[in-house]
């Protein structure tokens, strides 16, 4: 049978690497730098009644709005239906410390229609910082399923493979409504390619990316699209920014607290 293709995907020091070997049992050295580490990394995890999961490490990344050789890779990929490791899940790894920043990459993933999940890592740090997390309702506002882990404690690896068998079950929904960005512009893309993900559609469009495995018919049937300057595209990708943390700020408002008097030594 085949096998489950999952990408691990994060900011830099989330703790992906460490994730990944708790995964797969291998011994990748944790603690890379972004820009050093541009290759990717593959193992494989067993799970329950003899499935198998590919599990891709791939190289730190802040956003999908590529500004490193680092970056190209994974939006090369996620946009790359045909790659012969086109996740079938993606799991967003995130630091609980770190979650607000870290979330960003993660609704551009979702806005992309891929299944994707949440890993909150460093859970151990929680306790200490008075950290505290309302997970079914941050699960319904990011609509996704999400595992609390400390990869440091090797807890919450099985909720991560759970989810892994799970995949199909996993929703595709976007988070984040894009078209806001440029109604009018948006809309007409949309309604030129019904069948396609508007955001994947703009960041074809967008990105300065290396072609060449990807659907070229699609790059070239969107090229009327790319009218553009420099400078508005700057503009815009500025206000998704804006757009995207506003989102984030709503949902975790709700759904992450922080008691500083619980925060162990401050009591
Ligand atoms: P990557 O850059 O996303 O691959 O992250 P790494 O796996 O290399 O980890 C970055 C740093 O975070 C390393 O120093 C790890 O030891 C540390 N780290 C990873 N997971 C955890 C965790 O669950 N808890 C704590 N406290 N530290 C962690
Ligand atoms: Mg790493």
């Not at 730098?33 to 590919?54: D, F, N, S």
């Not at 967003?92 to 410390?97: L, P, R």
């Not at 699960?139 to 991560?160: F, M, Q």
């Not at 396609?196 to 070229?216: M, P």
Request: hydrophobic share 35%.
């Amino acid at each position: 049978s085949k096998q489950i293709n999952v990408a691990l995907i994060g900011n830099p020091n989330t703790g992906k690497t460490s994730v990944f070997n708790a995964l797969t049992g291998l011994n990748q050295k944790v603690g890379n730098y972004p820009g050093i580490t541009v290759e990717k990394k593959e193992g494989v995890c067993k799970l329950p009644r003899g499935v198998k999961a590919h599990i891709l490490d791939l190289p730190g990344t802040y956003s999908l709005n590529a500004t490193s050789l680092d970056e190209n890779v994974v939006i090369e990929l996620l946009l790359n239906k045909k790659d012969k490791n086109f996740p079938d899940l993606a799991i967003v790894v995130t630091d609980v410390e770190n979650l607000k920043r870290n979330l960003l990459l993660f609704t551009q993933i979702k806005d992309l229609e891929i299944p994707t999940v949440l890993v909150i890592n460093m859970a151990d740090r929680m306790s200490k910082k008075g950290i505290s997390l309302d997970i079914p309702l941050l699960e319904e506002k990011l609509n996704t399923k999400i595992a609390l882990v400390s990869s440091r404690k090797n807890t919450g690896i099985d909720k991560i493979k759970e989810l892994i068998l799970d995949h199909r079950n996993i929703p595709t929904s976007t988070c984040v409504d894009t078209t806001v960005i440029d109604k009018t512009y948006f809309e007409g893309l949309q309604n030129a390619f019904p069948s396609q993900s508007v955001y994947k559609l703009w960041l074809v469009i967008t990105q300065d990316i290396n072609f060449a495995n990807l659907d070229r018919n699609l790059v070239k049937d969107t090229s009327d699209f790319s009218t553009k300057s420099k400078s508005d595209l700057k503009r815009l990708q500025q206000k998704e920014t804006i757009i995207r943390y506003k989102f984030i700020n709503d949902v975790l408002k709700e759904g992450y607290k922080v008691d500083l008097n619980a925060a162990k030594g401050l009591r």
